[in-house]
């Protein structure tokens, strides 16, 4: 039997950081796809004045996050925002992406095994998934929504968290959306009409700056 017919491992076999990473490359071949393939949900081409608020959901643990869980996760946190306020209330972002190859040495337990096979300890397997390796105070999930959304988003990201091992904290960010200002920085910008708008994040204006982007 192949590793398609039998059973995916419990992803507590494969939760700490034990190794390097192992990426895909020329070496590791044969890998699966990733579940999770879509990392950006909502109203991602809105502009940035449209979102003003941002929700994290961080990591407060080194350890790795399997693809499945992200995809999980994803599906969750969607799901309810879009149910409870709308598709056009906010704009999600998966900020961990699964690169880590998880590997299993997969040995004969089926029906015609008489005996159960036992083989070397830690032996090196063959590719079986992908997983995302976080460090503490890594963000997992960012939102930016409405402010009248807040409510909800955090309600998501507290649903996602069932779908993590370890432990995660809700973190309603001081920035703008995903910019890099505060928001009494940037509506001081905006005041003054120092700031340059492009979808999600701001650019100061410059005369170095092409005009199309102004």
């Known amino acids: 039997r192949n590793s398609r017919d039998m059973g995916r491992r419990p992803a507590r076999c494969y939760r700490y950081c034990r190794n390097k990473p192992y990426p895909k490359s020329r070496f ?42 992200l995809e999980a996760a994803r599906i969750s946190c969607n799901k309810y925002i879009v149910k409870s306020c709308g598709k056009e209330a906010f704009h999600l972002r998966i900020r961990a992406h699964p690169f880590h190859v998880l590997r299993i040495n997969k040995m004969l337990s089926c029906a015609g095994a008489d005996r159960l096979q036992t083989g070397m300890r830690g032996a090196w397997g063959k590719p079986q998934g992908l997983a995302a390796r976080v460090n ?75 005009s199309n982007l102004c």
Do not use: M
Not at 136 to 152: E, F, G, K, M, N
Not at 154 to 159: G, I, M, T, V, Y
């Open 28 to 69: 590791c071949r044969g890998v699966p796809d990733s579940k999770i393939r879509i990392y950006d949900l909502g109203t991602k081409k809105a502009g940035v004045e449209e979102f003003p608020a941002c929700i994290h959901l961080i990591s407060k643990e080194k350890e790795q996050i399997s693809s499945e869980a």
């Open 136 to 210: 503490i105070d890594q963000p997992l999930l960012s939102v930016r929504c409405t402010d009248s959304a807040i409510p909800y988003v955090k309600e998501a990201l507290r649903r996602a968290k069932y779908k993590f091992p370890g432990r995660q904290q809700i973190v309603h960010s001081n920035k703008w959306g995903f910019t890099t200002f505060t928001r009494e920085e940037f509506e001081s910008l905006r005041a003054d009409g120092q700031s340059c708008k492009l979808y999600v994040t701001v650019f100061l204006t410059s005369p170095l700056l092409p």
